[in-house]
C-alpha cells in the first residue's frame, strides 16, 4: 500500500511538472503567427518569408532533436530522469523571456535564433523523459492507459494555456508564459522524485570525463607484475560517447524486432504529417479564412477539448478492452480523413467541425509509445523512447522541406492550379501511409517485453 502511494505521488509530481511546461509552451503558439507576420510583413495576410523562416526554424530543430534525444534517452537511463528535465525547463524559459520584453523586429530575430538553438535541445525532450519517468513507474499491463493519461494532462494544459491567451494581450501572453515556465523548472527541481535507481558510483563520475584503464597495456601490465593501481591509466575527454548510442546501435534496436521497425515506420510517416500540419495549416488558415491570434484559440481550444476527453476519458477506458494497436489505426484513420477534408474546406467553420471530430485523432501518439514501450526492460525505457523521438525529429526535418514550400507556392498567386489546400492533401497521405502500415503491426504480448528486444549485448 506504501508503495502504491509512493508511485501515485510521484507521478503526482511529474503531472504537474509536465502541465506546467506544456501549459507555458503551448499558450503562446496562437500569438506566434501575428507576431511573425507584424515582424517580418505587417499589414499582410500572406508572407512567404514567414512561412520560409518558420520551415527552416522546424527543420533545424528537428534535426537537432533527432541527435540529442537518443542521447538524452540514454543518458537519463544512467542519470535519471530528473538530472536530465533540468536543462530543458531551464532553457526553454530564454526565448519567452525576449518576447515578453519587446515583440518588434529585432527582438523578434533574437528570439527566432535562440528559440532554433534551444529547441535543438529541449524540443521534445520533456515529453520523452516523462514517458520513461511513466514507463518506470507503471506495470506493463497499464502502461497504455498511463501514457493515455499523460497525452491527456497534456492537452488539458494546451486547453488552459490556450484559453489564457484567449482573454489575455500578446504582450501579457508572453509574460505569463515565462513565468510559468520558471514555475515548471523550480517545482520539478523541488517536488520531483527519481524513478530511475542510480548507483552511488555513478553519481560520482561525471558525465563527460571518465579514467578508463588502458586496456591495451593490460597483457604487459600483468607480466610485468604491477598491481591495478599502478596499470597506466588513460583519460578519455570525450568518453561521453560510450554513453551515446551510435547510429548503429539506433540500427540495431530497429531491427532487433519487427514490431518495433513497424512502429518506428508510423513514427516517421505520422511525424511527417505532424510537422505538416505545423508548417502549413495556421497560415492556410490566415490566407484563406483571414483567421487571426482569436480565431486561432478558439479553434485550438475546441481541439484541446477532444484531446483532453480522448486520452483522460475514453483511452483509459478503451484500452484494455480494445488494446493500442487498434486504438492507434483508429487514430490515423480518422486523421488522415480529416486531413482529406480540411484540404477542401470550402467555409470557415469547417476547421471547427473537424477540430471538433478529431477526438479520436489522439489515440495514435500514446498507443504507439505505449507499443514500443513494452518491446524492451525497464532499464532501456529512456534509449526506446529516445528512439522513437528521434526517429519523430528525423521527420521533423523533411516535413517543412516537402510542405512549407508547397504551402507558399499553393497560397500565392503563381500557383500551378487554384487548390490553396494541397500541401495539406499531401499532410493526409502521408497518414494514411503510417495508418497502412499500423495495420500490419502485431498485437504486443507483455510477456515478451523482458529485454527480449534489448539494445545492450
Known sequence: MMMEMEKLSRLSHLLVTVFLSVFSSFMVIPAIIDVTMTALCPGKDECSLAIYLSGFQQAMIGLGTLVMMPVIGNLSDQYGRKALLTPPLTLSIVPLAILAYSRTTNFFYAYFVLRTLTAMVCEGSVNCLALAYVADTIPEGQRGSAFGI??????????????????????????????????????????????????????????????????????????????????????????????????????CLIKSSTTFSQAAVVAFFNSLAEGGMQASTLYFL?????????????????????????????????????????????????????????????????????????????????????????????????????????????????????????????????????????????????????????????????????????MVP
Open 286 to 454: 490566415k490566407a484563406r479564412f483571414h483567421f487571426d491570434k482569436d480565431q486561432f484559440a478558439d479553434l485550438m481550444l475546441i481541439s484541446g477539448f477532444a484531446a483532453t476527453i480522448s486520452q483522460l476519458l475514453l483511452m483509459p477506458l478503451l484500452t484494455p478492452f480494445i488494446g493500442e494497436k487498434k486504438l492507434l489505426s483508429i487514430g490515423l484513420f480518422v486523421g488522415c480523413t480529416n486531413m482529406f477534408l480540411y484540404s477542401i474546406s470550402w467555409s470557415a467553420w469547417v476547421p471547427y467541425a473537424l477540430s471538433l471530430s478529431s477526438v479520436l485523432v489522439f489515440f495514435a501518439i500514446p498507443a504507439l509509445r505505449s507499443i514500443a514501450s513494452k518491446l524492451v526492460g525497464s532499464n532501456e525505457q529512456g534509449k526506446v523512447q529516445g528512439c522513437i523521438s528521434g526517429i519523430s525529429s528525423f521527420a521533423n526535418i523533411i516535413s517543412p522541406l516537402i510542405f512549407s514550400p508547397l504551402t507558399a507556392l499553393f497560397l500565392s498567386d503563381k500557383a500551378p492550379f487554384n487548390f490553396p489546400g494541397f500541401s495539406i492533401l499531401g499532410i493526409g497521405l502521408a497518414m494514411m501511409i503510417a495508418f497502412i502500415q499500423s495495420l500490419l503491426i502485431r498485437d504486443v504480448s507483455t510477456s515478451k517485453s523482458q529485454n527480449q528486444y534489448s
Open 150 to 251: 499523460l497525452s491527456g494532462i497534456c492537452s488539458a494544459a494546451f486547453v488552459f494555456g490556450t484559453l489564457v491567451t484567449r482573454f489575455i494581450s500578446t504582450t501579457a501572453t508572453f509574460q505569463v508564459a515565462t513565468l510559468v515556465s520558471m514555475l515548471a523548472a523550480i517545482y520539478m527541481r523541488v517536488f520531483l522524485k527519481e524513478s530511475v535507481r542510480i548507483d552511488d558510483d555513478s553519481l560520482s563520475q561525471p558525465i563527460i570525463n571518465k579514467t578508463y584503464p588502458d586496456f591495451n597495456n593490460d597483457d604487459q601490465n600483468d607480466d610485468d607484475g604491477q598491481d591495478d593501481h599502478q596499470q597506466p591509466k588513460k583519460i578519455i575527454s570525450s568518453s561521453l560517447y560510450k554513453k551515446i548510442p551510435s547510429l548503429r546501435d539506433l540500427t
